[in-house]
């Protein structure tokens, strides 16, 4: 404030407007300067663009191997003059006999013989068969009898030849006799033996019995029948005998 303001306690109305008014308008222009000094200092300094930041890619990339260290070149082979081979002997071949084996007759093809006329022929009588043998004449029964009897005795003188006093039968001092009845074949084989007739004495039997089997006996005589015989036989054993 200045003096006159103070001084003066009481001011009109019409110069307290003026100076407002005045007031007003100064303070509109300070504004108005201040403002347009700003403007002309930001314009005055020089505009600096920001550059974008650049965005980089960034890739993974491997490493490469190693290469590998060159191999060396094999050594050259050393070459050794060849040996000259020994002459080899030729075996002479061995000459084999050559076999000559016949060729097997081509066969012969058979010929249809030409038709011929046909021959009569008378018709053969073939020859009467021969007669029959004529069989032995049947002997009478009293012939074949007397044969029975012939060969029968034959056959005792042979048994009673051929008994043998055994041991036993000597120390027991007895004797005896025994029959024995035996089969014999046409051609004089045994078939059977036994004991018909005992003696009492079981030592005389086995006696007789072995006698009979191991005596060999003839076929039989003619006019026999041809069939097997039963025949029986005395067999005399005693310790005083031979």
Avoid at 101 to 114: E, N, Q, T, V
Avoid at 216 to 239: E, G, N, Q
Wanted: net charge positive.
């Amino acid at each position: 404030m200045n003096a006159a303001t103070l001084s003066s306690p009481v001011q009109s109305p019409k110069f307290g407007k003026d100076h407002f008014g005045r007031a007003l308008v100064i303070g509109a222009v300070i504004e108005a300067l201040m403002i347009g000094g700003l403007i002309y200092s930001n314009l005055s300094q020089p505009v600096t663009v920001k550059p974008k930041p650049k965005i980089m890619a960034i890739h993974m990339i491997k490493p490469a191997p190693p290469k590998p260290k060159p191999v060396p070149p094999p050594p050259k082979p050393v070459v050794h003059p060849k040996p000259i081979p020994k002459p080899v002997p030729i075996p002479r071949p061995i000459p084999h006999p050559v076999v000559h084996h016949p060729l097997p007759p081509k066969p012969l093809l058979a010929k249809a013989p030409a038709p011929q006329a046909p021959v009569y022929t008378p018709p053969v009588t073939p020859p009467a068969p021969p007669p029959p043998p004529t069989p032995p004449p049947t002997p009478s029964p009293a012939a074949r009898q007397s044969a029975i009897d012939t060969y029968a005795a034959m056959l005792r003188a042979r048994v009673q030849t051929n008994a043998r006093v055994p041991d036993s039968v000597r120390m027991m001092h007895v004797g005896g006799t025994t029959v024995i009845s035996f089969r014999l074949t046409p051609s004089g084989h045994l078939l059977s033996a036994q004991v018909a007739q005992s003696s009492g004495i079981g030592a005389i039997n086995r006696a007789a019995l072995k006698t009979v089997e191991d005596t060999s006996f003839p076929p039989f005589i003619k006019k026999m029948p041809k069939h097997p015989m039963t025949f029986d036989v005395l067999v005399h054993l005693s310790a005083h005998g031979s």
